[in-house]
């Protein structure tokens, strides 16, 4: 069997998993005369810490009700320091059969401007690879940059939030299945060397519904890797409890393809570059989060519904839509006596390009309002058939399901273990299979004659980040990744 390998160490990822971490307990020892002031909504489940525990090199803060997201840390015999922010540098690696071996390195920066932000920056590039363009030999390498700012709060706003990302990069190697049909060729595949570059924003208004109500930040408290006082969290009513977001996204990506000469999709256009593909418009969604902790669920459920829109502004090579919904459930299974938690999860998806056309073409191949093959319905990849390349597959209508069989083992070698520079919670095993298919219509041929992948995964919350590293199969070969977040989360 051929092996093909996609190995990504994800620091660029990581701003949209990283929360604020707050450090916050009870009866501390404060040195510097600085101190915490800290609302009884927002942590009024908070265990108190054992006395004579020291917090150092610590800021001032005001925590209001809103400030505050995601994750705080909360850890008994620890001595707490170094928690006023400081920029962090992290070099990173990765591999791919896009971009080759490479590497860079990244700044964060939690609180940058307000407590509750992310700030991540990086630069990258590989070694030089190979590779023909145009019926010529050549020589390339990844080079590229991103920047990132998450979960600011709007000025004189108590529930609205703004996101950005922003991705320049050029790849040597870029791979396209623009035939990615249910029956199509895994060998039919466009590479080329080229620009991929895409700005998105985000505007996310938290109702004051449920547990938005109090808490919009979505704060909680960690120990050990677990989010505890949350025995209420993960049922309930939708929109009487969990919280509730509606939003507006801006996007715009833009691929450029080098290798373009003897490709069909040009063929008798008198062109004198290297062609683009460019779309830019709007995105429109609904979520409602009903878990008990969002970066790694025991209990509850999750759903999405989404509409993008590219409008045919600008430079768009055209227009196109997709409609989509995605609902993931949550069951809390009894323990081993190996492990901590055992959880069955269930994940599914499906959507709709209502704009595709099936019978016009703007150029050979390529239909006519159909979204990028980055975009809209599409499967493979690193979260969804996780046995197949990258956006192996897309068209104008899709489904997927899976199921994850999740345990957290007890033993945990990692665990305050001095040689390790990071903090490791705890280890996860997973089983899962995956079924999905695209097709040209939405109708219960979606249900039939469906792809398949089965794989296994070990996973590790490492500084309060989901890491996974995963190996699935299906009948086109087997994939490896190393990824961060959970797969349902993309």
Same mark, same amino acid.
């Given at each position: ?16 998993l ?10 501390l ?14 942590f009024?489940?908070?265990p ?22 995601k ?26 059969d ?5 590497g860079?390195?990244?700044v ?10 992310t ?21 390339a390498?990844?080079?590229g940059?991103?920047i ?6 709007i ?16 790849f040597?190697?870029?791979?396209y299945h623009?035939n990615?049909s249910?029956d199509?060729?895994?060998d ?12 998105h924003?985000t505007?996310?208004?938290?109702l004051?519904?449920g547990?938005g109500? /109090? *808490? ?6 960690? &120990?050990d890797?677990?989010? +505890?006082?949350?025995? =209420?969290?993960?049922? $309930?009513?939708?929109?009487l409890s ?13 691929n ?12 008798n256009?008198?062109l ?31 759903f999405e ?7 045919d ?12 919904f995605k ?10 006596s190996?492990t901590?938690?055992n ?12 704009s595709?056309?099936? /019978? *016009? ?6 239909? &006519?309002?159909?979204?990028? +093959?980055?975009?809209? =319905?599409?499967?493979g $990849?690193y979260?969804?058939m ?15 399901a899976?199921?994850?069989y999740?345990?957290i083992?007890?033993?945990?070698p ?6 390790v ?12 299979v ?11 041929d ?18 309060e980040i ?6 699935a ?9 190393l ?8």
């Amino acid at each position: 069997m051929k092996y093909k390998k996609h190995f990504f160490i994800s620091l660029l990822s990581s701003t949209f998993l990283i929360s604020d971490l707050l450090y916050a307990e009870e009866e501390l020892n404060l040195t510097e005369n600085k101190v915490w002031t800290v609302s009884p909504l927002e942590f009024s489940t908070v265990p108190t810490a054992q006395k004579d525990t020291a917090l150092t090199k610590c800021e001032v803060w005001d925590v209001q009700p809103f400030v505050f997201s995601k994750v705080s840390n909360i850890d008994d015999d620890t001595n707490l320091t170094a928690c006023n922010k400081e920029w962090i540098i992290l070099p990173f690696a990765f591999s791919t059969d896009s971009a080759g071996l490479a590497g860079g390195v990244g700044v964060i920066k939690q609180g940058l401007f307000q407590p509750q932000t992310t700030f991540v920056a990086a630069a990258f590039a590989g070694f030089s690879q190979d590779i023909t363009t145009n019926g010529e030999d050549d020589d390339a390498r990844l080079t590229g940059g991103f920047i990132s700012f998450s979960d600011y709060k709007i000025p004189y706003t108590e529930r609205l939030f703004f996101s950005f990302t922003g991705f320049k990069s050029y790849f040597p190697k870029e791979h396209y299945h623009f035939n990615g049909s249910h029956d199509s060729d895994k060998d039919d595949v466009f590479v080329s060397a080229g620009d991929s570059n895409f700005f998105h924003t985000t505007f996310r208004y938290v109702l004051p519904l449920g547990a938005g109500l /109090d *808490n919009p930040g979505g704060a909680c408290s960690l &120990l050990d890797g677990f989010a +505890i006082g949350r025995h =209420a969290c993960g049922s $309930g009513t939708p929109l009487l409890s969990g919280s509730t977001s509606i939003g507006l996204k801006t996007f715009y990506q833009s691929n450029s393809f080098e290798n373009w000469q003897d490709f069909s999709i040009w063929e008798n256009k008198d062109l004198t570059s290297a062609p683009k593909w460019e779309t830019n418009g709007l995105r429109f969604f609904l979520t409602h989060d009903n878990t008990d902790f969002d970066l790694n669920p025991s209990r509850g459920y999750h759903f999405e519904l989404q509409y993008s829109k590219d409008f045919d502004w600008g430079d768009s090579t055209q227009s196109w839509d997709f409609l989509e919904f995605k609902y993931n459930h949550y069951i809390s299974l009894d323990s081993f006596s190996f492990t901590k938690q055992n959880v069955l999860a269930l994940s599914l998806w499906t959507g709709y390009s209502f704009s595709w056309d099936n /019978d *016009n073409e703007i150029a050979p191949g390529l239909n &006519l309002h159909r979204p990028p +093959i980055w975009e809209g =319905a599409r499967l493979g $990849g690193y979260s969804r058939m996780r046995g197949y390349d990258k956006d192996r597959f897309s068209d104008k209508a899709v489904s997927y399901a899976t199921v994850e069989y999740r345990a957290i083992l007890k033993y945990n070698p990692l665990k305050d273990n001095d040689l390790v520079p990071v903090k490791v919670d705890w280890f996860q095993l997973v089983g899962f299979v995956e079924a999905g298919r695209v097709h040209d219509q939405y109708n219960f041929d979606l249900l039939s004659d469906m792809k398949y992948d089965v794989g296994v995964s070990l996973r590790a919350m490492v500084e309060e980040i989901p890491m996974r590293l995963e190996v699935a199969t299906g009948d086109e070969g087997t994939n490896v990744w190393l990824m961060v977040n959970q797969p349902f989360d993309f």
